[in-house]
Each structure stands twice: as C-alpha cells, then as structure tokens.
T-cell receptor, first 112, second 114 residues
Framework: GDSVTQMEGPVTLSEEAFLTINCTYT??????LFWYVQYPGEGLQLLLK?????DKGSNKGFEATYRKETTSFHLEKGSVQVSDSAVYFC???????????FGGGTRLMVKP | DAMVIQNPRYQVTQFGKPVTLSCSQT?????MYWYQQKSSQAPKLLFH???????NEADTPDNFQSRRPNTSFCFLDIRSPGLGDTAMYLC?????????????FGDGTRLSIL
C-alpha cells in the first residue's frame, strides 16, 4: 500500500536558518503530494501542493518539488521565523481513491 | 470565507456519557471525513462519507458512529466514551471527483474524557 516517511523531529533551528524537512513516499501510479502545517491547538492547514512530477509547490516562503525519480517531496524554507514553529505533515492522495496517506509529522521549533 | 467549522472547540465529558461532535462546511464538498489525532501524531481516519455512502475504517471502535443528514453537516457520535478516547477530533472535506484536490480541515474539537 501507499506510505509516506518523514524525518523524525523535533527539528530545532535558530531564526533565519535554512529549513529542510525530508519526505519520501511509496505509491502506485501518480499521486498528488501535499504539505500540511498544524499550529498548536489547531487543525491542519494546507501549506502547499504538487500534482505531477517536477511541479513545485510554494507558499509563505516554503517550497517543495515533486521528484518522481527519487519519490521525494522535501519541504524547504530559506529563512525560518519563530512563527513557523509547528508540526508539519507530508501527505499523498493517490488517484485511485479519496484517502490521504500521512507521514508521521515533524515538529519544528524555531528559537529567537 | 468558505470554511469547515467544528463545534465545540473544547468538550469535556464523563466516562461513559454519550457525546456528539459536529462539523459543517460551506465548500459544498461531497466527501467528509472524521479523524482522531493524539499527541501530535498523524491523524487517524475513523470513517468518511462519499455523498451519502458511509465508509467505516476496519479498526474504528464500534462505539464511534457518524451521521450525515445533508451535504453541509456531519456528526461524530461516541456512545460510551472511554479514557482512551481523549484526543483531538478533526473533520475534513474534499471533492471526490478530482483526485488532485487536497482535504480541507476544520480547527478540531479537543475532547477530554474524565
């Protein structure tokens, strides 16, 4: 079946540092890929998405590129802020169904 | 703004006392989901509706049930909650006909069983 693997956290960075959160997936066919962010006490918010190979999703300074050859969708940001502290989930939706397959989540902590 | 709204945001109830959580959406999406999330783990799917068709996950406990009276509303009923049901419950929606669309989540209901 489908699966998503994320790097384990927590990831602790200083403000303005470069961020990478690794995400790799296993799926049949051509899934759509998503990053969600969850701030403390809130639901999941869609951060960005990519629906086909070589697509780059971007939002709020975050980027991720759909790499089919390496089955990866790594999240990057050039300069993190304290307000980026949250849990980040990588997920895929396979074109065979309506389900999301989530990675385990990565907690990011940004210190001033 | 079009949204997924969950009520209440916080619910405290006693062990064994039935509780109902509600979700409404203004997105006119035909698929609605209920997830359980514990301690910043990934959300765990309980069940979903595709239009009026109910789809239960194999490992969802029997005391968790759901109702969808119309497109906009969906309810999660826990008949006899146990201490282990303390969690965040998330509702989400999407369009079933377009597989490149994300799920849209509400802010969740944090349920505490005492």
């Amino acid at each position: 079946g489908d699966s998503v693997t994320q790097m384990e956290g927590p990831v602790t960075l200083s403000e303005e540092a470069f961020l990478t959160i690794n995400c790799t997936y296993t799926a049949t066919g051509y899934p759509s890929l998503f990053w969600y962010v969850q701030y403390p006490g809130e639901g999941l918010q869609l951060l960005l998405k990519a629906t086909k190979a070589d697509d780059k999703g971007s939002n709020k300074g975050f980027e991720a590129t759909y790499r089919k050859e390496t089955t990866s969708f790594h999240l990057e940001k050039g300069s993190v802020q304290v307000s980026d502290s949250a849990v980040y989930f990588c997920a895929l939706r396979n074109n065979a169904g309506n389900m999301l397959t989530f990675g385990g989540g990565t907690r990011l902590m940004v210190k001033p | 703004d079009a949204m997924v709204i969950q009520n209440p945001r916080y619910q405290v109830t006693q062990f064994g006392k039935p509780v109902t959580l509600s979700c409404s959406q203004t997105l006119n999406h035909n698929v609605m989901y209920w997830y359980q999330q514990k301690s910043s783990q990934a959300p765990k799917l309980l069940f979903h509706y595709y239009d009026k068709d109910f789809n239960n996950e194999a490992d969802t406990p029997d005391n968790f049930q759901s109702r969808r009276p119309n497109t906009s509303f969906c309810f999660l009923d826990i008949r006899s909650p146990g201490l282990g049901d303390t969690a965040m419950y998330l509702c989400a929606t999407t369009t079933g006909s377009r597989t490149n669309q994300p799920q849209h989540f509400g802010d969740g209901t944090r349920l505490s069983i005492l």
